[in-house]
């Protein structure tokens, strides 16, 4: 998928659930409650073992259902195995010089974790549209718009942090999504109730739906 696709999608969804699944199976239960409970962008990070075989078993059951994308990406040969798994956007804690111009060169969505305003300007300056604010429970809402003072043209997608509670907060100040993880996306179903974890994910797209049309 063309980035630009994959971001007016993102924008669509308002939301990426960040699964750090505890095994393949794990994963791959968390996000089938998920998907019932109307979460639809995906992001499964390389911390999860055997990523790459999750995102290919999610793209071969979900196809274009759902937006499913690699996250935690830290090395080129993650971007290229997340690329041939069939991610269609892929994300990194981090803004490092040397792999953005990789994972650009992929074609896909990129969306580099940024923090301060130098990052920013490096991400930008590479040529990076839209960015993942991370961590950001540790400025909040407030840090972001600060941050889209000097930056209105950037899209932000703040993850860590991001709660039901302050879902409208990070929309108020302009973010142009939200990624959340453990509040949203736990590491496996054992010993839950997965009616929880769906009803949950409901909580979740019903916030961000509110959010918008305040």
Not at 14 to 27: E, F, M, N, P, Q
Not at 73 to 102: H, N, Y
Request: with cysteine.
């Amino acid at each position: 998928m063309e980035p630009n696709r994959s971001l007016t999608r993102i924008e669509d969804l308002g939301l990426l659930a960040v699964v750090r699944g505890k095994s393949r199976a794990a994963a791959l239960d968390v996000v089938g409650a998920l998907v019932e409970g109307g979460v639809l962008g995906i992001e499964i990070t390389f911390t999860t073992p055997e990523a790459p075989q999750v995102i290919q078993d999610l793209h071969e059951e979900y196809g274009d259902h759902i937006l499913l994308g690699a996250g935690t990406v830290t090395t080129r040969e993650q971007v290229e195995q997340a690329v041939e798994a069939g991610s269609t956007f892929l994300v990194s804690p981090g803004c490092d010089p040397k792999l953005l111009p990789a994972m650009l060169e992929t074609g896909l969505l990129v969306l580099p974790g940024v923090l301060t305003p130098s990052e920013v300007m490096l991400a930008r300056r590479i040529g990076v549209p839209a960015l993942k604010l991370f961590p950001g429970s540790s400025g909040g809402p407030p840090y972001l718009k600060a941050l889209r003072g000097p930056f209105p043209d950037i899209a932000f997608v703040p993850t860590g942090g991001v709660s039901v509670e302050n879902i409208a907060d990070w929309f108020a100040v302009g973010a142009l999504a939200v990624g959340a993880g453990g509040a949203l996306a736990p590491p496996s179903l054992e010993g839950r109730d997965r009616g929880e974890v769906v009803e949950n994910a409901r909580r979740f797209t019903e916030a961000v739906r509110e959010s918008r049309v305040r």
